[in-house]
């Protein structure tokens, strides 16, 4: 049986978000305005996913911000919490990216956390390209596993998003182990 990592993932998404961005997608985060605030946008990005027709999927936040470089504009950011392997993962992060950009008609930024065990599933780009006609997507990745090189600096950290990591790969860890 699959382990359920989306809740807890929602409610540290839902109560830290600012500082999710910062331990995980530190360049977008510098470039977001906080002191304008960010607005969940989770209601509406169910109406898109269930839109979409693309079978029992859920994509675990959209956030408006603002940019910080003094361009007035508003950015959507999706953030998809992928915890196995999924062939159809970079189709769904596209798919999920072009239905938010149709439904608000502004900039999409699509961004996924992998909490998989694999070292080589990486999906980081969609798309294909058929008689000239070419459409396609890469989105930043990153992979909880690869945190597991930097213990030392997870343990030192004030970001709660490092607890979070440190205790998926704790949990991973001790889920291979046999039992006694």
């Known amino acids: 049986m699959?382990?359920?990592?989306?809740?807890?993932?929602?409610?540290?998404?839902?109560?830290?978000?600012?500082?999710?961005?910062?331990?995980?997608?530190?360049?977008?985060?510098?470039?977001?305005?906080w002191s304008r605030g960010y607005e969940n946008l989770d209601t509406e990005l169910t109406q898109?996913?269930?839109?979409?027709?693309?079978?029992?999927?859920?994509?675990d936040k959209l956030v408006q911000v603002w940019r910080r470089?003094?361009?007035?504009?508003?950015?959507?950011?999706?953030?998809?919490?992928?915890?196995?392997?999924?062939?159809?993962?970079?189709?769904?992060?596209?798919?999920?990216?072009?239905?938010?950009?149709d439904r608000y008609d502004r900039p999409v930024v699509s961004l996924a956390v992998l909490c998989d065990a694999s070292s080589r599933w990486r999906p980081r780009r969609y798309g294909y390209t058929l008689w000239g006609f070419q459409v396609g997507m890469t989105f930043p990745v990153v992979k909880l596993?690869?945190?597991?090189?930097?213990?030392?600096?997870?343990?030192?950290?004030?970001?709660?998003f490092a607890?979070?990591?440190?205790?998926?790969?704790?949990?991973r860890a001790t889920r291979r182990r046999p039992r006694l």
């Open 145 to 160: 596993r690869d945190y597991q090189a930097h213990w030392p600096e997870l343990e030192v950290s004030t970001n709660p």
């Open 163 to 171: 607890t979070v990591v440190m205790a998926h790969l704790q949990t």
């Open 69 to 101: 470089d003094g361009i007035e504009q508003i950015v959507l950011i999706h953030v998809e919490i992928q915890g196995e392997y999924d062939p159809e993962f970079a189709k769904r992060m596209y798919v999920y990216n072009y239905r938010i950009f």
């Open 2 to 33: 699959a382990d359920d990592y989306d809740s807890p993932w929602k409610d540290m998404l839902e109560g830290y978000f600012p500082a999710f961005m910062a331990f995980f997608f530190p360049a977008v985060h510098a470039d977001i305005d």
């Open 48 to 59: 898109i996913v269930r839109d979409a027709a693309l079978g029992r999927r859920l994509a």
